[in-house]
């Protein structure tokens, strides 16, 4: 039986095994993939860089990789921008795309009070678990410079936001934006004007669900992604 390939994409500080979960869940239904980013999991970091024009590159090799000529992707945190990014660029490669907790609004402001929380000598003192629990994922590379690498990126995104609202305009992929309405990092704002710019698009808030992946109801998001992978549009 054919099934329609999907990929996950994680979130920043996150790696492909954070969607063990998930993936069983839709595994019966998709031909499920998973990647890690490079410089996150066992992937050692890239000599083109850590942005995400890098990323975005390291899917397209990946689906050419694997012979996929076309995807749909669920996208969490910066894994949506990611796959947003892919869909306003490569359309002919993006299928449906799904985006769970993605900020979308960058500038000075918004990159500067992530930026903050990004400083690993703070991490280590304030939370120690959250730092093991870094080190875990990130081995063998160092989660300290997994850190500073992204507190970089999200600086530069800041002063660059790579996506404005003429370019979700131009998406043509269906997309479908979910967030948390306990999400202290994503604002409704931000995602519904996004969702307002793009041609074919729904929008799904998760109950009683704050940011971090962990927090997310997987056999709510399994079904949010099957019903939306599979229903009818227009």
């Known amino acids: 039986m054919y099934k329609s390939p999907l990929l996950l994409l994680h979130g920043a500080l996150g790696a492909a095994t954070q969607f063990k979960t998930l993936a069983e869940q839709l595994e019966p239904y998709y031909d499920v993939h998973t990647i890690n980013f490079s410089g996150h999991g066992p992937v050692p970091f890239s000599a083109n860089g850590f942005n995400i024009q890098v990323f975005a590159a390291e899917v397209l090799e990946y689906l050419d ?88 990126l999200i600086e530069d995104l800041g002063h660059q936001s790579l ?35 793009l041609p074919e698009a729904q929008m799904t808030i998760l109950p009683d669900t704050a940011h971090p992946l962990e927090k997310a109801d997987v056999p709510l998001l399994a079904y949010y992604i099957k019903r939306f992978t599979t229903q009818k549009i227009g």
């Not at 305009?169 to 969702?195: H, K």
């Open 65 to 152: 990789q694997h012979q996929l000529d076309f995807v749909h992707i669920f996208g969490y945190s910066m894994g949506g921008y990611v796959a947003m990014y892919l869909a306003r660029h490569y359309p002919e490669k993006i299928g449906r795309v799904i985006t769970l907790a993605t900020k979308y609004n960058w500038n000075e402001a918004t990159a500067g009070k992530e930026v903050k929380q990004l400083n690993p000598a703070l991490i280590a003192e304030k939370v120690p678990g959250f730092a093991k629990l870094l080190e875990e994922r990130h081995t063998p590379n160092d989660w300290k410079e997994v850190v500073t690498r992204t507190a970089q």
């Open 163 to 197: 996506l404005k609202a003429q370019d979700y305009a131009q998406v043509a992929s269906p997309c479908m934006l979910m967030m948390g309405d306990r999400d202290n990092m994503v604002s409704f704002t931000e995602t519904i004007e996004v969702y307002r710019s």
